[in-house]
């Protein structure tokens, strides 16, 4: 059972920066696929970036690709999402979730087995 933790989510403006970041509870978190989805009201679960287990391979969904960095500091077992340029549209609860699916990098939110509570982001003026 891993169990995730998020932190960092907040208010900024368009155009501003801020960095979530998950803590996992065991050390085997690096032997997971690891992912940041976000959530914005009457919306369905999207998936923003997926790490592999060895962090090599990425995914970022179109929209973010160039604004948003996800990484993995496996010894501190913590995954991060450095977002930049924020846009009033990144406004959403993200989500950090892990798999044990490491052979593929998934990308919907019923491949992920584990989740954190999530973090709110909300990009406003």
């Known amino acids: 059972q891993v169990r995730l933790e998020e932190s960092g989510g907040g208010l900024v403006q368009p155009g501003g920066s801020l960095r979530l970041s998950c803590a996992a509870s065991?050390?085997?978190?690096?032997?997971?696929?690891m992912a940041w989805f976000r959530q914005a009201p009457g919306k369905e679960r999207e998936i923003v970036a997926a790490i592999s287990y060895h962090g090599t391979t990425i995914f970022y969904r179109p929209s973010v690709k160039g604004r948003f960095t996800i990484s993995r500091d496996s010894a501190d077992q913590r995954v991060l999402l450095q977002m930049n340029s924020l846009k009033v549209e990144d406004t959403a609860v993200y989500y950090c979730?892990?798999?044990?699916?490491?052979?593929?990098?998934?990308?919907?939110?019923?491949?992920?087995?584990?989740w954190g509570q999530g973090t709110q982001v909300t990009v406003s003026s």
């Open positions: 979730a892990a798999s044990s699916r490491t052979w593929v990098l998934s990308r919907t939110p019923n491949e992920y087995e584990y």
């Open positions: 065991e050390r085997s978190s690096s032997d997971y696929t």
